[in-house]
């Protein structure tokens, strides 16, 4: 298990958006932290922004995302969308 001090802001984790209420993002994907270090270092809970993988022609996907594109530095498997619109407060424990 990792620990609080691994959830640093700015970081890529994969993270379990199950289960969900309503129209709540879903499904196990890749988050940004946006939440502060020292922050996190204090509680059992951090800030995120999923990733999704679809295409931004795609009608369900909001206006607010930014794209960004597979690299070394990021890891990310695919070409993603940040979902800037879809903050959620995670339990360290439960979702990653």
């Known amino acids: ?5 691994d959830y640093r802001m700015g ?9 969900s209420v309503g129209t709540e993002i879903q499904k196990t994907r890749p988050a940004l ?5 020292l922050f996190n270092n204090q509680r059992s809970k951090v800030t995120v922004l ?3 993988s679809a295409k931004l022609n795609n009608p369900r996907i909001s206006p607010a995302v930014v ?3 597979i ?11 940040l979902i800037c619109v879809e903050p959620m407060t995670l339990d ?3 979702k990653f």
Do not use: C
């Open 1 to 5: 298990m990792a620990k609080h001090s």
């Open 71 to 81: 690299s070394a530095r990021n890891g990310l498997s695919v070409d993603s969308l």
């Open 33 to 37: 932290i946006i939440s502060g270090t």
């Open 50 to 52: 999923p990733f999704t």
């Open 11 to 19: 970081s890529i984790w994969i993270v379990t958006f199950n289960p």
């Open 67 to 69: 794209e960004v594109p």
């Open 92 to 94: 360290m424990i439960e």
